[in-house]
T-cell receptor, first 112, second 107 residues
């Protein structure tokens, strides 16, 4: 399947819990990045992975962590969820750092 | 911190009128600049990159390093151009999006 797919599409968690979001990269893409988009704001860069190594990180605390697998799929893990973590989480993949990203539809996380 | 500003949250123009979406950035090195667009109920998608110097859907953007700007322009707006537009800056291993401008093209 081409394109970037994310799962789940919606998720509700309780404050203090942990969550894992998943992303399948577009075929042929070896770079994946994750973004947090709060309502009415632009996407905020969380981090980027290239060939299973983190090679870029935005201003997010260590409780935001990730993995990229040999097939270039990826996970975003968030520990100790806070109410402010409620947002749309976007995954994007590309074939090079600045070749332009292909975005998924996002996972809407609500923390209550 | 590196920043991207888009001064207009909402820009309304009439069909056939020229449109310019403003973007300014702060970065002292050589920037990689992009425009992304999100149409209603669709995913965020790349519109153009400054390095490719191409025109997509009639839009162009010129990098002005002196003014640290990367404004998006189209000579004749169409109703289907109505969307959310984000300017973005890539530097080092990081990426910054602006807050976005909602373009509304009126009939």
């Amino acid at each position: 399947e081409t394109g970037v797919t994310q799962s789940p599409t919606h998720l509700i968690k309780t404050r203090g819990q942990q969550v894992t979001l998943r992303c399948s990269s577009q075929s042929g893409h070896n770079t994946v990045s994750w973004y947090q988009q709060a309502l009415g704001q632009g996407p905020q860069f969380i981090f980027q992975y290239y060939r299973e190594e983190e090679n870029g990180r935005g201003n997010f605390p260590p409780r935001f962590s990730g993995l990229q697998f040999p097939n270039y799929s990826s996970e975003l893990n968030v520990n100790a969820l806070e109410l402010d973590d409620s947002a749309l989480y976007l995954c994007a993949s590309s074939s090079g750092a600045w070749d332009g990203y292909t975005f998924g539809s996002g996972t809407r996380l609500t923390v209550v | 911190a590196q920043r991207v500003t888009q001064p207009e949250k909402l820009l309304s123009v009439f069909k056939g009128a020229p449109v310019e979406l403003k973007c300014n950035y702060s970065y002292s090195g050589s920037p990689e600049l992009f425009w992304y667009v999100q149409y209603s109920r669709q995913r965020l998608q790349l519109l153009l990159r400054h390095i490719s110097r191409e025109s997509i859907k009639g839009f162009t953007a010129d990098l002005n390093k002196g003014e640290t700007s990367f404004h998006l322009k189209k000579p004749f707006a169409q109703e289907e151009d109505s969307a959310m537009y984000y300017c973005a800056l890539g530097y080092g291993q990081n990426f910054v999006f602006g807050p976005g401008t909602r373009l509304s093209v009126l009939p």
